[in-house]
């Protein structure tokens, strides 16, 4: 409707202002030459023309465009010959790609069909030699927009499966150095196009993002009940479009020459065909079915997934096609042939990834695990995370792939990789690691496991989060955090190392932020503290092993504070030593905070009087550390009271805390975490200062910090404190949600005392 409005109001405009018949067009490029306009897309013109009209139309070109300038619409415009747009194309890619699709408005069809024609011959003259550029600009924009199918905000126009890889593959076509995509692209597309639309009349501009904040509108103007149903389908559709490159891509790339052959001994050869297991064939980098393979057989399906996962080979799109419309359910639980066939992809690292997406494109894994359904493609509200639920678990399990070696079950890893996220559903409820463990162990003994390993599976899901929590949260030091993680693995040691293996490959697969060197160093620390502890029940990890002994040695000796400055991947390590006092790690932090130094992570621990504690920044935060002997002199000037040196951050703090604009903190009371100490955990936008106004806080109320665990992600500032009072003793329940109402009001909020009561 929107084509044909401007086409016409197009048609008298060039009739209005006297265009010819002959020897001059209006054609048309871009979406409104594939009749694809949206609300508020820009409308793509070329005045073609011959010699022979070159006299008048630059007088033409004026009596066109500028109605239109006039009328606020936005044109793309160019006045060319026929040859001029062969040149225009030749030199750059991106227009003789969009040129393809020149298509006339009014005046000389002749004049326009001809110069498409000699378009399109001088790209299929020239596609070998086009092809690599083509190809590297599929790379370029996914490095620079990213991939669609994964983003909260994704580009429809320019991620990879938006609109652009649309266009490439069209531009593929038209080479005819492959064939147009089995995959069936046009729906994907055409459902692309609707939401694009909807965020056009919702923002009520051109915008081609799906922002978060237009995103409620267009799933209401689209009939969706929740915007992550919306962000699900736009998923699924950029999925398929993404796809359908790879192939083609693929197919394009064979047919680049490899190397050149002297004609005289160029012969030509049938297809070559390698015949493998179960009724299995390989041709040209695909697994595909034999002539005498039924698609319907149940176990075919896992098992030329298993083939093309294992050798680093893609699934045949024509039986990738049949398995999902022909293939049937496997019988319940599932014979050993099918669960040896799953664990085989499984184990392939990330050759499995581009397999899986097959059949599950294909609706083969949803045949196969019901349970798979409802988190396929489902959206994660968490800065974190990079890809979707279900990439997010097919992630994790490619992660896990290195470390099969080092577990006694590495079949109940890759299982439970598979599935740990598998409670992440829509609608409130309990937390996803508690409402996922049942559902995975339903899933896994539908697969075939006995009932002991099934309850393992549940298991190491209920829990797999806990080392990371009580790794980056805990006082290490503290015999609560062992024994919770003691208890949490029942107090074996196998299951401790599949739990280790797990919190990597899930981190990792989350993405760079979830598995920084320090957080692998936490990590990795406690899981090695419980292991000697279950090794030797009677021996617990001394505190000594966390801390420089010979740092808190000097301190102890003659009073004076000692810092080193150590480089660290990524970072650089802060250590500070100096005598335990109340109100130390303010005073620390706002001396960061007033050179500008930004802490990312931190750990603090106390050893008979002295605090030896180890702050993290980034590399860039370097040449703002000021000189150690400078510290330690401020440091020594705090100890003594003269506080002039926090007179700046104690401003900024000020006027952070007057404007009212810091996001609603989550501060909570942790019950049970240690016998000897209040353990209050901070979540809150992180800000310069924060770290000092949430330990002055503390000091003011005569509450002490014992250990603190100090974390930053994605902007949120996640911060763990160990309180006891000035003594040592124990805080009372009264004392540690005073403590929570403090924090509270310090991280930028008025506490709510009914809130943190409960806390």
């Known amino acids: 409707m929107i084509t044909e409005c401007v086409e016409s109001s197009l048609v008298e405009l060039y009739a209005d202002v006297g265009g010819p018949e002959e020897g001059a067009a209006l054609a048309a490029v871009g979406s409104l030459a594939r009749r694809e306009l949206g609300p508020r897309s820009d409308i793509d013109l070329v005045l073609l023309h011959n010699d022979k009209a070159s006299s008048k139309i630059n007088t033409l070109a004026e009596d066109l465009w500028y109605p239109l300038w006039d009328a606020r619409i936005r044109v793309d415009h160019a006045v060319r010959t026929p040859a001029e747009c062969a040149e225009v194309a030749g030199r750059e890619l991106s227009a003789g790609v969009g040129l393809l699709d020149l298509r006339v408005i009014t005046g000389d069809a002749e004049l326009v069909k001809g110069a498409r024609t000699a378009l399109l011959d001088t790209w299929r003259g020239n596609a070998r030699k086009r092809l690599p550029e083509l190809l590297a600009s599929l790379d370029e924009r996914l490095a620079t927009f990213g991939d669609a199918a994964y983003l909260l905000e994704p580009d429809l126009k320019e991620a990879r499966g938006g609109f652009r890889d649309v266009s490439m593959l069209r531009a593929l076509a038209a080479s005819w150095l492959t064939d147009r995509p089995h995959v069936g692209v046009r729906g994907p597309y055409e459902q692309l196009l609707d939401v694009r639309d909807a965020l056009h009349l919702a923002a009520g501009r051109t915008l081609d993002r799906l922002i978060f904040s237009e995103t409620p509108a267009v799933a209401t103007r689209l009939g969706y009940d929740h915007a992550d149903d919306l962000h699900r389908d736009v998923s699924l559709a950029a999925r398929r479009i993404g796809q359908a490159v790879d192939l083609t891509v693929r197919a394009a790339r064979q047919a680049l020459p490899q190397h050149r052959v002297l004609s005289f001994i160029k012969r030509e050869r049938k297809p070559e065909y390698v015949h493998a297991d179960h009724g299995l064939i390989i041709h040209a980098g695909e697994v595909g079915l034999g002539r005498a393979t039924d698609p319907s057989e149940p176990l075919v399906g896992l098992r030329a997934g298993a083939l093309a996962a294992q050798r680093g080979l893609v699934l045949s799109p024509i039986t990738a096609d049949n398995l999902g419309k022909l293939g049937q359910p496997l019988a319940t639980p599932w014979p050993d042939a099918a669960r040896d066939a799953l664990l085989e992809m499984l184990s392939s690292g990330t050759n499995l990834i581009p397999v899986w997406e097959a059949l599950d494109l294909a609706g083969c894994i949803s045949r196969w695990i019901p349970s798979w359904e409802p988190i396929r493609a489902r959206p994660q509200h968490n800065p974190i995370h990079r890809h979707t639920v279900d990439r997010h678990l097919v992630q994790t399990v490619a992660e896990v792939q290195r470390h099969l070696t080092r577990v006694e079950r590495p079949d109940i890893v890759l299982l439970t990789c598979l599935f740990h996220d598998i409670g992440k559903l829509p609608g409130a409820g309990m937390h996803h690691a508690e409402r996922g463990a049942p559902i995975a162990r339903e899933a896994v003994a539908a697969i075939g496991l006995n009932h002991t390993d099934a309850e393992l599976v549940e298991l190491l899901v209920r829990h797999h989060l806990t080392l990371a929590a009580l790794a980056t949260k805990r006082d290490h030091a503290d015999p609560a955090t062992q024994d919770a993680l003691v208890d949490a693995v029942q107090g074996r040691s196998d299951i401790l190392n599949m739990l280790r293996y797990l919190t990597e490959a899930d981190a990792r697969a989350a993405g760079p932020a979830a598995w920084s060197p320090w957080r692998a160093q936490l990590i990795n620390t406690l899981a090695d503290q419980a292991e000697e502890l279950l090794a030797d029940e009677s021996t617990r990890v001394d505190v000594t092993q966390l801390v ?115 996001p609603n903190p989550y501060v909570e009371l942790v019950h049970d975490a240690s016998e000897t100490a209040a353990v209050v955990e901070v979540r809150a936008g992180d800000r310069a200062g924060l770290l000092y106004a949430l330990g002055r806080s503390l000091s003011d109320i005569q509450l002490s910090i014992r250990s603190a665990h100090i974390s930053t992600l994605a902007g949120q500032a996640i911060d763990t404190f160990y309180i006891t009072e000035v003594d040592g003793s124990t805080p009372s329940l009264s004392r540690a949600q005073e403590a929570v109402a403090t924090l509270t009001v310090a991280a930028g909020i008025p506490a709510a005392p009914a809130a943190t009561a409960s806390g």
């Open 548 to 662: 420089d002994l010979g740092l808190a040695r000097s301190v102890q000796l003659d009073g004076r504070p000692r810092i080193r400055v150590e480089p660290q991947p990524g970072s650089v390590q802060l250590v500070i030593a100096t005598k335990d006092r109340l109100g130390l790690f303010s005073d620390t932090a706002g001396l960061l905070a007033s050179h500008s130094v930004q802490v990312r992570s931190a750990v603090l621990h106390t050893l008979d009087g002295v605090a030896v504690n180890t702050w993290r920044v980034d590399k860039e935060a370097v040449s703002d550390l000021p000189d150690s002997a400078y510290l330690v002199n401020q440091l020594s000037r705090l100890e003594a009271g003269e506080t002039g040196v926090l007179t700046s951050v104690q401003r900024r703090e000020a006027r952070a805390h007057g404007t009212g604009a810091v």
